[in-house]
């Protein structure tokens, strides 16, 4: 890696190619998704599958925050169904997925560029839900984004959020052992592209616009969210319905957690 690699300007970068690229995570809601929402009929993912109804409650006239959310998925969905919702991302092309549907559907979302490590635009307990679908991989200490979360929630407020299982970080991506339907473990959880990658692999994701990530042990994740003070409330898992890596066929990809500040 170069000497002056920023780590966040990398990965803005890199997802504003994914964004371009028609990522899953890029491809905003249909109008009829907000007319439906509009209607009282919705569901917002953070893992393939939508969320159980209780986990979100009413939702009418709450303050959200989609964090790390952009894409025109989830932000539109919830404002269409009575939010007042702000985004942060640290992509200016998922930011403008949100701005199309908001633009198309007539529905008020406020969009913020920014680290979802620093959300000191924001005032203390700013909001009742927190919605941070998988993303704290982009980043290398996740206990700031848990403490931030707890600062600008109000009381009783809700976070959820999802995250890989870490176990999905562990073995050599080399697709001939996926060939032979080989798991070979080569990384240590956690696991960081930083780290843990070749020189040569390093620069290889780099030329392949693709974003460097941090694999979570679940000290840091759900550990992180109960020393943030939240309480774990809810708790789900969830198989890749596309598995990517051989592990994925034989354990779920997908956690996701329901956590209260008291």
Known sequence: MPETFDLLDHNAAAWNHQARQDSPWSRPVTSEAIEAA?????????????????????????DVLCLASAGGQQAP??????????????????????AMVARRDDLELTLEQGDMRDLSRFQDEAFDLILHPISNQYVPDIQPVWNECWRVLRKNGVLISSFFNPAVFIADRDPAFARQGLIRPRFAVPYSDLEQLSKTERAAKVARNEPMIFGHGLGSQIGGQLAAGFTIAGFLEEMHPSPRFEIEKYLPAFIATRSVKG
């Open 38 to 62: 509009r209607r009282g009929e919705w569901g917002v993912c953070v893992t393939p599958s939508p969320l159980p109804a209780d986990w979100l409650g009413d939702v009418v006239g709450k």
């Open 77 to 98: 969905v919830l404002a269409a169904a009575g939010a007042r919702v702000t985004v942060l991302d640290l992509s200016g092309e998922q930011l403008a997925r949100d």
